[in-house]
């Protein structure tokens, strides 16, 4: 997708109306994790170094339809403040006068964050109206929210539509991800490697069916590889499969020409929790166990595969990586893909989500390529190649 970027306005003196995504977790007021305030900061930074006055819009959580304190964007205004060193306005509402007042009073190199788009049920339904009052507050456009730009929001799109004719373009964050997921689709360095885990077949069909038309070699893990293994004939004990997905999984397996590899084993336990006893079995998965991981043999396989590739994608855990006795799989991977990464130079794109997190956690995020900032947004674009708030943009 060739869009225009940021960089390529002049921003001097125009109020800049950025949709970023600092959708973060908050307890007691306090901010736990900060990562996508820090990922926002090259645009915004770039914006104030170039003379242009910042109006940053955002969602923070699921409100029921109107303004909870809970969800407030203030403990936002008052970390990025400190992570830029200058101060960060406040508009304690998104939309009418008082705000359009804020707006207009910015001087060059200001920041102003307005509250909680949410807090308008309005946003989630692209409300034309909401828009065209958002859209009075900016005299350019940015969207460098990847993680909503799946959704067609008032903020995602509407105000892009309200803003025609105006600047309307995307931010180094956004630039980033269609750099890696559209490389990864379109040109990708062969072999390249897909690996996909998570719970549920269903959730990623046409992420399967797009891969196994442009990988080498598709890797199945977590959950999911329960549905594949009933398609197969085999037993799964307790484990969580999707019954209504069986030929489905059939039909994948039929026309992937052997490029969908399963495990080998399993590690299983009759329950999931820290202390669970676990087996590993090769197989049929015992009628009172469930599956939990993939199993020591699998891992070996995997890891082999990934050590001679070139590209890597990988969208799901292996296991239930939160409860130690069914980390090893998960673990095991992550450190494969940042091993080739490092050391034999192949690109790994973490497509985020729990496989995201799982990288984060284990203090390997730095050595791979790219971690995506949207698991459900990087899932749609490699199923669809684009997204329609992208498209409207210049």
Not at 208 to 220: H, P, S, W
Not at 360 to 378: D, F, I
């Amino acid at each position: 997708m060739a869009k225009k970027t940021v960089a390529d306005v002049d921003v001097r003196g125009k109020r800049v109306l950025i949709r970023v995504d600092f959708n973060v977790p908050i307890e007691n007021g306090q901010i736990t994790d900060d990562r996508r305030i820090v990922q926002a900061l090259p645009t915004i930074q770039d914006i104030i170094n170039r003379g242009g006055r910042l109006v940053l819009m955002s969602h923070l959580g699921r409100p029921k339809g109107g303004p909870e304190p809970k969800f407030s964007l203030k403990p936002v205004s008052e970390r990025l403040s400190k992570l830029l060193g200058k101060p960060v306005g406040w508009a304690d509402d998104s939309i009418g006068p008082l705000i359009e007042q804020q707006t207009a009073a910015l001087r060059d190199g200001d920041v102003l964050l307005l509250e909680n788009l949410r807090f308008h049920k309005q946003e989630e339904k692209n409300d034309p109206n909401f828009a065209r009052q958002l859209a009075r507050l900016g005299d350019v456009y940015v969207n460098d929210a990847f993680g909503t730009a799946h959704r067609e929001h008032a903020s995602t799109f509407g105000v892009a539509q309200a803003l025609a004719g105006k600047p309307r373009v995307i931010g180094q964050l956004i630039r980033k991800e269609l750099k890696f997921l559209g490389d990864a689709i379109s040109k990708p360095t062969r072999p390249f490697v897909g690996i996909l885990g998570g719970a549920k077949v269903s959730d990623k069909i046409k992420v399967i069916e797009q891969l196994l038309g442009k990988c080498d070699t598709l890797l199945i893990g977590g959950a999911m590889a329960y549905t594949f293994f009933l398609a197969q004939g085999k037993s799964v004990g307790k484990s969580l499969v999707e019954r209504d997905k069986v030929d489905l999984a059939k039909t994948l397996l039929g026309k992937s020409s052997g490029k969908i590899k399963l495990p080998v084993d399993t590690v299983i336990s009759d329950k999931m929790t820290d202390d669970a006893q676990t087996q590993i079995v090769e197989g049929d998965i015992p009628a009172d166990m469930e599956g939990f991981d993939i199993g020591p043999k699998t891992r070996q396989l995997y890891i082999a595969e990934i050590a001679r590739a070139k590209t890597i994608l990988w969208n799901g855990p292996m296991g239930v990586f939160e409860k130690k006795p069914f980390a090893a799989g998960t673990r095991a991977i992550a450190e494969a893909v940042a091993d080739a990464t490092v050391n034999n130079g192949a690109v790994s794109i973490i497509g985020g989500g729990d496989s995201a997190a799982a990288v984060e956690q284990m203090g390997l995020a730095e050595k791979v390529s790219h971690v995506s900032t949207g698991g459900g947004a990087s899932l749609e674009f490699l199923e669809n190649g684009h997204f329609s708030t992208l498209d409207i943009l210049d």
